[in-house]
């Protein structure tokens, strides 16, 4: 391993994972690596995870705050929630373990859009960062770290935390080596700078993360995989929603608000957000660019074939196929990649100058176009906000999607009045469903609502919406925003009670 440690005054302070995870102390706030499912440190949770557990049985309380970049994996967040050894996690979790213990409230979990997290830490609304946990590529002969599969908060980590344990880790490739772009002018107010970002593919900062080597008080040889979740094709909602949305650029590249290489796209994770790549490619698309958080296989390709010219993220979450690919046309990538901090690739102020197309997946959307992004009947986490509010309120057109039901059809993902509200209807411009795609801008809120009924509902839930928003039209106290207050939120109860949200 010590050609990946080249500093030989570091190679001292390697330690096995259980030696360097016994150094984090009940209490801690501990700060992880990690961005969905890359580049999170795959042994140290593991081994702090059996130590809690060990404390646990002896009758000790042990608990940890967890703070990372955004989603990791089984072997972070789900072996430390199944130890119940967190008793705070931010910014964003996807982990079925953790999202089951949040939502029985034994740990308290804060959501907050993924380009706050940074500056909320430099600004000291967390306290004090007692340890770093950090994995990288590969440590420089002058100190200098070689960031991993993904960025994240790392660099505010290492800046912020009183200790650093650092995972290195084989299985990384060396070639990730000079594709990140780590900025260091962030000051903070009232001495900021506007941030040098004038294009996608303009690099701002240095290839590495900085560190002081005499933080650092663990080095962990691994040689695990990401997450590497499997790439599951579009099934036919997704492709239904992705054609109504490249009809809707078409028709904008036509009227001349796009030109026919759009602006930068920033998009999602899942199924719609492939099909929606996937469609671009199909429509004949070239030369655009990406600005957004998360490099998936669908990129791979549209940077292969030409479609994306290149594409600026702060992860990788490839599937195995896809790191094959990455790995046999390395320098074609690498020379189409940056991966940056989280708070550049998430940066509101470069979101809206770059006027990026913004299109996010969503739980449900009201009448109006406010948007839940996060609870499924406004009270049990998903995953959380992520980076979608902070490209949705800056982007130049901002997208929300989603299948019109959920659940085999026993919910409508278009209800009368969001249940949890993440985007405002200010920050909401096109909703699309497999239904069809309602364009809000320049609507006021009825018109508004007629044209998500109309566009997106669900057949079955359509005249429901409509019998709904035509009473709350002739009987609301306020008929600017139509609601029937005791009726609004009864969809979500119907479900609650008897598993479906139409009327039986
Ligand atoms: O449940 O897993 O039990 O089958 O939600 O839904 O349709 O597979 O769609 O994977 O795109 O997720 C909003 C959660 C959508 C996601 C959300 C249930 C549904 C299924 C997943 P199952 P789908 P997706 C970039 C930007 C916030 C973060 C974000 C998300 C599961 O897009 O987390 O945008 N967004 N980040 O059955 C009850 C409803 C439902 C519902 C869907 N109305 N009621 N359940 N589901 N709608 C990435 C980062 O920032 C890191």
Redesign the pocket.
């Known amino acids: 391993m010590s050609d990946r440690i080249r500093h030989p005054g570091l190679r001292d302070r390697r330690m096995s994972a259980a030696q360097a995870a016994a150094l984090i102390r009940p209490g801690m706030t501990v700060a992880m690596s990690g961005?969905?499912g890359a580049g999170y440190p795959k042994a140290v949770p593991q081994a702090l995870a059996a130590q809690i557990e060990q404390a646990h049985d002896a009758g000790e309380a042990f608990r940890i705050k967890v703070l990372t970049g955004?989603?990791t994996a089984p072997e972070l967040d789900g072996v430390l929630a199944r130890a119940q050894g967190i008793e705070l996690r931010l910014p964003?979790q996807?982990d079925p373990a953790l999202r089951d213990r949040i939502n029985a409230g034994e740990l308290d979990y804060i959501d907050l859009h993924?380009s706050h997290v940074a500056q909320y830490t430099w600004f000291g609304f967390y306290g004090a960062v007692d340890v770093a946990v950090i994995e990288v590529t590969a440590i420089t002969e002058d100190g200098r770290l070689v960031p991993s599969s993904s960025v994240g908060n790392n660099k505010t980590w290492l800046d912020q935390a009183d200790k650093v344990i650092l995972e290195v880790n084989r299985w990384q490739p060396e070639a990730l080596e000079g594709m990140h772009d780590v900025y260091y002018g962030t000051a903070l107010p009232p001495n900021r700078k506007p941030i040098p970002l004038l294009h996608p593919d303009d690099r701002i900062g240095e290839a590495y993360l900085r560190c002081d080597p005499d933080k650092i008080i663990a080095i962990v040889d691994t040689d695990a995989p990401d997450r590497n979740s499997p790439f599951t094709p579009p099934d036919a909602?997704s492709k239904q929603i992705a054609a109504h949305l490249l009809d809707f650029y078409a028709h904008e590249v036509r009227r001349g608000r796009l030109t026919p290489q759009l602006l930068p796209l920033?998009?999602?994770?899942?199924?719609?957000?492939n099909a929606v790549l996937t469609g671009l490619a199909q429509a004949g698309y070239r030369d655009l660019t990406a600005f957004?958080?998360?490099i998936q296989d669908g990129m791979l390709e549209l940077l292969k074939s030409g479609v994306v010219r290149m594409a600026s993220a702060t992860?990788f979450s490839l599937s195995p196929a896809g790191i094959d690919e990455f790995l046999a046309h390395l320098d074609h990538y690498r020379q189409r990649i940056v991966l940056r901090t989280q708070e550049i690739s998430?940066h509101p102020e470069l979101v809206r100058r770059l006027g990026c197309i913004a299109m996010?997946?969503?739980?449900?959307a009201d009448l109006y176009g406010n948007i839940?992004?996060?609870h499924?009947?406004g009270t049990r986490i998903?995953?959380?906000?992520?980076?979608?509010g902070d490209?949705a309120r800056n982007a130049y057109l901002s997208v929300f999607?989603?299948?019109s039901?959920?659940?085999g059809g026993r919910?409508?993902?278009i209800?009368p009045m969001a249940s949890h509200v993440?985007h405002t209807e200010h920050d909401v411009m096109v909703v699309v469903t497999e239904q069809g795609l309602a364009d809000l801008r320049g609507l006021a809120p009825k018109q508004r609502a007629q044209r998500v009924i109309d566009a997106c509902a669900h057949p079955q839930y359509r005249p429901m919406l409509q019998d709904y928003f035509d009473r709350a039209s002739r009987e609301s106290y306020g008929k600017h925003t139509p609601h029937l207050l005791t009726e609004a939120l009864s969809w979500h109860q119907r479900?609650i009670e008897t598993g479906d949200m139409r009327l039986s």
């Not at 920033?266 to 957000?273: E, K, L, M």
């Not at 996010?360 to 449900?364: A, L, R, T």
């Open positions: 961005f969905t955004a989603s964003y996807s993924l909602d920033q998009s999602g994770v899942g199924n719609i957000a957004t958080e998360v992860s998430n996010n997946g969503m739980i449900e839940n992004s996060t499924v009947a998903m995953n959380g906000i992520g980076g979608s490209f999607m989603s299948p039901t959920a659940k919910i409508s993902s209800v993440d479900f």
